[in-house]
């Protein structure tokens, strides 16, 4: 099964407080390189899951916790974000 991770070479920072419209939102970047990108809402929610390390399965379920809806509904958005996250060099996959 297919595991996720932050790249090496990426540093990141979340707001401890939501913003304005009640999201959560991170702050990440490659190193030196960049550039930064900036995950809002249901992304940074899949960031902070992607963070903790784990399956794609694993990533939707505490995504799903964390938004307090049902897995299936998330899923296919969840493993295309991670997909763009690894093209983006921000995550792994193996």
Do not use: F, K
Request: hydrophobic content about 45%.
């Amino acid at each position: 099964m297919t595991t996720y991770r932050i790249a090496d070479d990426v540093a990141w920072v979340s707001h401890e407080e939501l913003d304005a419209e009640g999201m959560p939102c991170a702050y990440v970047t490659r190193l030196p390189q960049g550039p930064p990108t900036t995950l809002n809402g249901p992304a940074c929610v899949v960031w902070l899951a992607l963070s903790e390390n784990g399956s794609h399965d694993d990533i939707v379920a505490a995504a799903a916790l964390l938004w307090g809806i049902d897995p299936d509904e998330i899923r296919g958005d969840v493993l295309a974000l991670l997909d763009e996250l690894v093209a983006l060099g921000l995550a792994t996959a193996g």
